[in-house]
């Protein structure tokens, strides 16, 4: 999860600095590679935190649907098959 927000702040820092080159400087190759750099970052950013937080919900349900463990004392032991 850390990661995946340092991936979304770099990319808002790299759009952030091509704006202001493009404000600042007549230059539009080098604003637009940053601004477009940092696009590409905040995208890569938004898909890392959907995976880390469709994981989190996995793993909740998985803990959510294991059996309490007086429901694993009610259980019926299995007699083996001969």
Do not use: C, W
């Amino acid at each position: 999860m850390r990661t995946s927000l340092m991936v979304a702040l770099i990319g808002l820092v790299f759009m952030v600095i091509g704006f202001v080159l493009s404000s600042i400087a007549g230059n539009v190759l080098t604003s637009s590679s940053f601004f477009v750099i940092g696009f590409l970052l905040n995208i890569l950013g938004i898909l890392m935190i959907n995976r880390d937080i469709e994981n989190l919900l996995v793993k909740l349900e998985m803990e959510s649907n294991k059996p309490s463990p007086d429901d694993i004392k009610r259980r019926p032991l299995r007699k083996p098959k001969r």
